[in-house]
T-cell receptor
Framework: DAGVIQSPRHEVTEMGQEVTLRCKPI?????LFWYRQTMMRGLELLIY????????DSGMPEDRFSAKMPNASFSTLKIQPSEPRDSAVYFC?????????????FGQGTRLTVV | GEDVEQSLFLSVREGDSSVINCTYT??????LYWYKQEPGAGLQLLTY?????DMKQDQRLTVLLNKKDKHLSLRIADTQTGDSAIYFC???????????FGTGTRLTVIP
């Protein structure tokens, strides 16, 4: 398997524009996570899915953020409208179903810059 | 709640040992992990330890777990410049499906 694949790797957009980040998890993994990494706040969990269903979205900062997982092999994180403070690296991770060991496999991240 | 803490920075000289420390608050941790993030890359799992163990060794890496004090450490022997990265500790908790990450420790290896 190629691992977790994210696109694009880099995104530069103007304030107010819609941004869509994409993720393809590892085949067979039941859990998918979206994280945001900034210098100020470190690594934050935004939302995670189990079998394509959103389980916990309490980390989503505002209504401007939304995430979907229409099938087991694809997820999107959308920001509309984007703001400069959304600039960060966004990571997608996936994890197989295990009772106790929830090891996560990370993608390479999308570096978002909102100007 | 879950709170995982690490110091932000560590500098060591090449060839010395590095010790990165982590404390956590939830006593129902099942597994504890160390992830490495190189510049411009995602997090990669380095090693993990089950909560009923107190030590795990893997080549240059030694993980020590003090469950009583809720303290986890990662020792890197003979630290190399290629070890320069951010190191995250994380815990999984019984009944939860996600990992809880620390803030990360930026390790700088001085040649």
């Amino acid at each position: 398997d190629a691992g977790v694949i994210q696109s694009p790797r880099h995104e530069v957009t103007e304030m107010g524009q819609e941004v869509t980040l994409r993720c393809k998890p590892i085949s067979g993994h039941d859990y998918l996570f979206w994280y945001r990494q900034t210098m100020m706040r470190g690594l934050e969990l935004l939302i995670y899915f189990n079998n394509n269903v959103p389980i916990d979205d309490s980390g989503m900062p505002e209504d401007r953020f939304s995430a979907k997982m229409p099938n087991a092999s694809f997820s999107t994180l959308k920001i509309q409208p984007s703001e400069p403070r959304d600039s960060a690296v966004y990571f997608c991770a996936s994890s197989p179903r295990r009772r106790l060991n929830t090891e996560a496999f990370f993608g390479q991240g999308t570096r978002l810059t909102v100007v | 709640g879950e709170d995982v803490e690490q110091s932000l920075f560590l500098s060591v000289r090449e060839g010395d040992s590095s010790v990165i420390n982590c404390t956590y608050t939830d006593s129902s941790s099942t597994y504890l992990y160390w992830y490495k993030q190189e510049p411009g890359a995602g997090l990669q799992l380095l090693t993990y330890i089950f909560s009923n163990m107190d030590m795990k060794q893997d080549q240059r890496l030694t993980v020590l777990l003090n469950k009583k004090d809720k303290h986890l450490s990662l020792r890197i022997a003979d630290t190399q410049t290629g070890d320069s990265a951010i190191y995250f500790c994380a815990e999984s908790i019984s009944g939860a499906n996600n990992l809880f990450f620390g803030t990360g420790t930026r390790l700088t290896v001085i040649p």
